[in-house]
């Protein structure tokens, strides 16, 4: 069953798969030889070599910081999206329907002149209510912060249990950082103290653009600032933010107030949730939550309004006037380098989106995602599960019992493909083009909130997806232990029905191996099958795993990435983990079905345009990560983003691929060549 459903697909797709079918020969599709640089060897920059055409043929304009192949596919999405929004719009839909609801959020985000003749309208009831609150009134006040706008302090909310993964557990985190990442708060080097000198401007603009005068915002300023900074301070490294077990700290509800104190916690989830005190909650950082509750008693009201007050209108400001939006892009050019705010209706487009995203979804995938893609994709995914397997078994580091357990994980899992089997129901939601923008993206906020509320004390849906079918991405879930493959990203270069097995291998192929390989890195193996988290490793295994995987850390660890700053192998480790086992998995598939099929790709007759399949695989690997990036945004990423680089996913995985060495007679000496003794090979 494994491969009949692929070969099923190869006899019935006959108007798209002919050459591969038939023997003929094939041609390029997702892959552009013209861009192919021959003066540079595939053996000292492989990245360059496949992509320097690309690159000069795709600049970076003002718009964009980063911009590759996904960002073309998103181009495509948001351009396929907007026909279909604005198509309803001028379809006059009922008052009250989905398709109503679609249009006037789009409309409201794209209407600049209601929104700048509003100004900070919308929201100054809101900031007087923050501002008259008296002493006695402060806790409540901090309750209508979390019922209505953001987390200030702490945040809260349902997610699956850890470790009973079909039903919600209640967690409790620490404040979130507006900067996000502690190191701009705590490092005093030139590129942290810019990022810092940019949010403080944010702040203070901001608050001059909601009606402050420059001296109470330049007081909230530094109060958001000595508050952000103390609990940065406990927060933990991205480093160690990766370590998915220490998140799981159980703590009986009735022992929080002696651990956490100034919250009323007893009353906390019924007056912010509307559900009955949970027995259990689960402390994701206690140091970060203990210095969030610690600072509620030790502040003076002044300080926490203030602080209450620029988490309020840093939610608000995408929502209200171009000034707004004008700060936040101008915070956003220090941090990336961009040059050019996105254009208006790609903004609305994505708040659209955000609001509705199935509703459009469910349009999306009627217009341009064909069942027979699904049924292809299928097949793809049952090759690549057996190929992990044979994976699994010819592992020299692991046990016998625990590649058992491994192969059970392997075949419980779910694949999702394209879009649910089942829609969400947006006829609760209110939308009211009489109300402001703002204040119907605050009821969408609002509905969105209760819907998560209300999954309390339920079992886990495991229907539910977590990107729309638009989206340009992937994912592992692992406490569903499920790989979803959103139907926007089942485009070429990734996937492409008419391309040839050795470019859809090397693109959606590496793909379904990087997401299926998550569910064995770093994190994902602390998941079992039911995708619990519990033991299912000998501690042997563990360390043997453990050791390779500092040997992969070092690796990245050594690149430099801009004169003095490096790579950050251990916060990327997962990801490289997963590149790296999608490739090998993917090879093994490609090669098995290939021997299905009875082509023999070391032949004459199996070469594509002047290259083997297993160059085209390679290639087509490297294809999919092309990318023009300015250096800000390279600083960016390399602090903020669990993914290394393009050109590192690229150059440094391959290094450790004999195969890849064979395809490309890349020998010792050459630069991108690793000796046998410094490889890293993990799945």
């Given at each position: 069953?494994?491969?009949?459903?692929?070969?099923?697909?190869?006899?019935?797709?006959?108007?798209?798969?002919?050459?591969?079918?038939?023997?003929?020969?094939?041609?390029?599709?997702?892959?552009?030889?013209?861009?192919?640089?021959?003066?540079?060897?595939?053996?000292?920059?492989?990245?360059?070599?496949?992509?320097?055409?690309?690159?000069?043929?795709?600049?970076?304009?003002?718009?964009?910081?980063?911009?590759?192949?996904?960002?073309?596919?998103?181009?495509?999405?948001?351009?396929?999206?907007?026909?279909?929004?604005?198509?309803?719009?001028?379809?006059?839909?009922?008052?009250?329907?989905?398709?109503?609801?679609?249009?006037?959020?789009?409309?409201?985000?794209?209407?600049?002149?209601?929104?700048?003749?509003?100004?900070?309208?919308?929201?100054?009831?809101?900031?007087?209510?923050?501002?008259?609150?008296?002493?006695?009134?402060?806790?409540?006040?901090?309750?209508?912060?979390?019922?209505?706008?953001?987390?200030?302090?702490?945040?809260?909310?349902?997610?699956?249990?850890?470790?009973?993964?079909?039903?919600?557990?209640?967690?409790?985190?620490?404040?979130?950082?507006?900067?996000?990442?502690?190191?701009?708060?705590?490092?005093?080097?030139?590129?942290?103290?810019?990022?810092?000198?940019?949010?403080?401007?944010?702040?203070?603009?901001?608050?001059?653009?909601?009606?402050?005068?420059?001296?109470?915002?330049?007081?909230?300023?530094?109060?958001?600032?000595?508050?952000?900074?103390?609990?940065?301070?406990?927060?933990?490294?991205?480093?160690?933010?990766?370590?998915?077990?220490?998140?799981?700290?159980?703590?009986?509800?009735?022992?929080?107030?002696?651990?956490?104190?100034?919250?009323?916690?007893?009353?906390?989830?019924?007056?912010?949730?509307?559900?009955?005190?949970?027995?259990?909650?689960?402390?994701?950082?206690?140091?970060?939550?203990?210095?969030?509750?610690?600072?509620?008693?030790?502040?003076?009201?002044?300080?926490?309004?203030?602080?209450?007050?620029?988490?309020?209108?840093?939610?608000?400001?995408?929502?209200?006037?171009?000034?707004?939006?004008?700060a936040n892009f101008e915070y956003t050019k220090v941090l990336t380098g961009a040059q050019e705010q996105r254009p208006r209706w790609k903004r609305a487009l994505g708040a659209t989106e955000g609001a509705l995203g199935e509703a459009i979804g469910q349009l999306y995938v009627e217009k341009y995602f064909p069942e027979s893609s699904k049924q292809y994709m299928l097949g793809l995914?049952?090759?690549?599960?057996?190929?992990?397997?044979?994976?699994?078994?010819?592992?020299?580091?692991?046990?016998?019992?625990?590649?058992?357990?491994?192969?059970?994980?392997?075949?419980?899992?779910?694949?999702?493909?394209?879009?649910?089997?089942?829609?969400?129901?947006?006829?609760?939601?209110?939308?009211?083009?009489?109300?402001?923008?703002?204040?119907?993206?605050?009821?969408?906020?609002?509905?969105?909130?209760?819907?998560?509320?209300?999954?309390?004390?339920?079992?886990?849906?495991?229907?539910?997806?977590?990107?729309?079918?638009?989206?340009?991405?992937?994912?592992?879930?692992?406490m569903a232990n499920e790989i979803v493959f959103p139907a926007g990203i089942l485009q070429a270069p990734f996937f492409d029905p008419e391309a040839s097995d050795a470019e859809n291998y090397g693109g959606i192929g590496v793909v379904i191996g990087h997401e299926m390989t998550h569910g064995f890195d770093d994190q994902g193996r602390n998941f079992d099958a039911e995708g619990n988290?519990?033991?299912?490793?000998?501690?042997?295994?563990?360390?043997?795993?453990?050791?390779?995987?500092?040997?992969?850390?070092?690796?990245?660890?050594?690149?430099?990435?801009?004169?003095?700053?490096?790579?950050?192998?251990?916060?990327?480790?997962?990801?490289?983990?997963?590149?790296?086992?999608?490739?090998?998995?993917?090879?093994?598939?490609?090669?098995?079905?290939?021997?299905?099929?009875g082509v023999d790709i070391e032949s004459e007759a199996a070469m594509i345009d002047g290259f083997t399949p297993m160059q085209v695989f390679y290639m087509n690997y490297a294809n999919i990560w092309a990318n023009n990036i300015r250096e800000e945004e390279k600083r960016n990423r390399t602090t903020s983003d669990v993914h290394s680089l393009a050109e590192n996913r690229v150059n440094?995985?391959?290094?450790?691929?004999?195969?890849?060495?064979?395809?490309?007679?890349?020998?010792?000496?050459?630069?991108?060549?690793?000796?046998?003794?410094?490889?890293?090979?993990?799945?």
């Amino acid at each position: 069953m494994k491969f009949s459903h692929f070969t099923m697909l190869c006899l019935t797709l006959t108007g798209t798969m002919a050459t591969s079918c038939s023997g003929n020969r094939e041609h390029l599709k997702s892959l552009d030889k013209a861009y192919v640089n021959d003066s540079i060897a595939p053996g000292d920059d492989f990245y360059t070599y496949v992509n320097y055409g690309w690159q000069k043929a795709h600049p970076l304009t003002g718009e964009y910081s980063r911009y590759g192949q996904f960002n073309i596919l998103t181009d495509e999405s948001e351009r396929r999206v907007k026909e279909i929004v604005t198509g309803l719009a001028d379809q006059n839909p009922e008052e009250g329907s989905v398709a109503f609801k679609v249009a006037t959020i789009y409309s409201q985000a794209m209407d600049s002149v209601r929104r700048n003749n509003e100004g900070a309208e919308p929201i100054k009831a809101d900031l007087a209510k923050i501002e008259s609150t008296d002493h006695d009134g402060m806790y409540d006040l901090l309750i209508w912060m979390h019922t209505n706008y953001g987390n200030p302090f702490f945040g809260a909310g349902p997610m699956e249990d850890m470790t009973n993964s079909n039903q919600y557990a209640m967690y409790v985190s620490g404040a979130r950082l507006g900067m996000g990442d502690r190191d701009y708060y705590l490092e005093n080097d030139d590129r942290n103290t810019n990022v810092r000198n940019a949010y403080k401007k944010l702040i203070k603009t901001q608050m001059m653009n909601a009606g402050y005068n420059e001296a109470d915002a330049d007081r909230i300023v530094d109060n958001v600032m000595k508050i952000e900074t103390s609990i940065a301070e406990k927060t933990r490294t991205r480093e160690e933010s990766r370590d998915i077990t220490k998140m799981y700290n159980p703590y009986k509800t009735a022992d929080l107030a002696g651990n956490f104190k100034n919250v009323d916690w007893n009353s906390y989830f019924k007056t912010t949730m509307n559900i009955d005190t949970p027995d259990q909650v689960i402390v994701t950082d206690p140091e970060t939550l203990k210095r969030g509750v610690e600072l509620l008693g030790s502040l003076n009201d002044r300080e926490i309004k203030d602080y209450y007050l620029w988490k309020y209108v840093n939610q608000a400001s995408s929502r209200l006037s171009d000034n707004f939006a004008d700060a936040n892009f101008e915070y956003t050019k220090v941090l990336t380098g961009a040059q050019e705010q996105r254009p208006r209706w790609k903004r609305a487009l994505g708040a659209t989106e955000g609001a509705l995203g199935e509703a459009i979804g469910q349009l999306y995938v009627e217009k341009y995602f064909p069942e027979s893609s699904k049924q292809y994709m299928l097949g793809l995914v049952e090759n690549l599960r057996v190929a992990l397997g044979k994976h699994i078994d010819e592992l020299t580091w692991m046990s016998d019992s625990t590649k058992a357990n491994a192969h059970k994980k392997l075949e419980a899992f779910t694949v999702k493909i394209g879009y649910p089997d089942k829609w969400k129901d947006y006829s609760t939601m209110e939308i009211d083009p009489s109300k402001s923008y703002y204040e119907n993206m605050h009821n969408v906020s609002m509905w969105h909130q209760a819907e998560e509320y209300t999954k309390w004390g339920k079992p886990v849906d495991k229907t539910e997806w977590g990107m729309t079918p638009q989206t340009v991405n992937a994912y592992y879930n692992p406490m569903a232990n499920e790989i979803v493959f959103p139907a926007g990203i089942l485009q070429a270069p990734f996937f492409d029905p008419e391309a040839s097995d050795a470019e859809n291998y090397g693109g959606i192929g590496v793909v379904i191996g990087h997401e299926m390989t998550h569910g064995f890195d770093d994190q994902g193996r602390n998941f079992d099958a039911e995708g619990n988290m519990k033991p299912w490793w000998t501690e042997a295994d563990a360390e043997a795993f453990t050791a390779l995987t500092d040997k992969l850390v070092a690796q990245f660890d050594s690149v430099e990435i801009l004169p003095g700053m490096y790579a950050n192998g251990r916060y990327t480790l997962g990801e490289n983990i997963a590149d790296q086992g999608g490739l090998r998995v993917s090879r093994t598939a490609f090669l098995d079905a290939q021997a299905k099929k009875g082509v023999d790709i070391e032949s004459e007759a199996a070469m594509i345009d002047g290259f083997t399949p297993m160059q085209v695989f390679y290639m087509n690997y490297a294809n999919i990560w092309a990318n023009n990036i300015r250096e800000e945004e390279k600083r960016n990423r390399t602090t903020s983003d669990v993914h290394s680089l393009a050109e590192n996913r690229v150059n440094v995985t391959l290094r450790n691929i004999v195969p890849f060495f064979e395809a490309f007679n890349i020998k010792e000496g050459d630069k991108m060549y690793r000796p046998a003794e410094e490889q890293v090979i993990i799945w």
